[in-house]
């Protein structure tokens, strides 16, 4: 059990270290009867973890189910559940195309974009969605500091552009 390594650690570094190699485990024992994935340069993707964030890559829907099934299978042999209410699908295509995913009698929901580790992907495959939200904090950021900072007068326009430059420009955290 996962609590059961958890709990024998001491400290941050061993707990998030103690997770990582335990969800290594359940993506090895649930790959072992995966089928499909999709084709990139020289290797086949079936999966793509970081962290609890999971994101399985199929052609196919049929192996989509197949897929869901043995993960499920393997994270349930270590005590763990898929949340399936955060489960989505997105079928990535140039054309709109629809996909029904169902595992056990539960349909997941199929979504048009989602995000992931921050970033917010299209079924088009286009980034214009994300380019547009992170206009939009920059512009909420800026917006903040317009009267704190750039409106005031008794700040140097070098205090003020380094505050801008921190705030917006390298600071991609806040724009999420």
């Given at each position: 059990?996962?609590?059961?390594?958890?709990?024998?650690?001491?400290?941050?570094?061993?707990?998030?270290?103690?997770?990582?190699?335990?969800?290594?485990?359940?993506?090895?024992?649930?790959?072992?009867?995966?089928?499909?994935?999709?084709?990139?340069?020289?290797?086949?993707?079936?999966?793509?973890?970081?962290?609890?964030?999971?994101?399985?890559?199929?052609?196919?829907e049929e192996?989509?189910e197949t897929?869901?099934?043995?993960?499920?299978?393997?994270?349930?042999?270590?005590?763990?559940?898929?949340?399936?209410?955060?489960?989505?699908?997105?079928?990535?295509?140039?054309?709109?195309?629809?996909?029904?995913?169902?595992?056990?009698?539960?349909?997941?929901?199929?979504?048009?974009?989602?995000?992931?580790?921050?970033?917010?992907?299209?079924?088009?495959?286009?980034?214009?969605?994300?380019?547009?939200?992170?206009?939009?904090?920059?512009?909420?950021?800026?917006?903040?500091?317009?009267?704190?900072?750039?409106e005031r007068?008794?700040?140097?326009?070098?205090?003020?552009?380094?505050?801008?430059?921190?705030?917006?420009?390298?600071?991609?955290?806040?724009?999420?």
């Amino acid at each position: 059990m996962v609590s059961d390594i958890i709990r024998s650690e001491a400290g941050l570094c061993h707990v998030t270290m103690a997770f990582n190699v335990f969800m290594d485990k359940i993506e090895r024992e649930g790959m072992e009867n995966f089928v499909g994935g999709v084709k990139m340069s020289t290797t086949e993707v079936s999966i793509v973890l970081f962290a609890d964030d999971v994101m399985l890559l199929t052609e196919r829907e049929e192996d989509m189910e197949t897929n869901l099934r043995e993960l499920k299978k393997a994270m349930s042999n270590w005590g763990m559940k898929i949340h399936w209410g955060k489960t989505k699908v997105m079928v990535v295509s140039r054309q709109e195309e629809g996909c029904k995913v169902c595992v056990d009698g539960e349909e997941i929901e199929h979504v048009q974009n989602m995000k992931y580790l921050g970033a917010i992907q299209s079924a088009d495959g286009t980034c214009e969605e994300e380019i547009e939200h992170r206009v939009g904090a920059a512009a909420r950021v800026i917006g903040a500091m317009r009267k704190e900072v750039l409106e005031r007068r008794e700040l140097k326009k070098a205090t003020k552009m380094r505050v801008y430059n921190a705030m917006v420009i390298t600071n991609h955290a806040v724009w999420q």
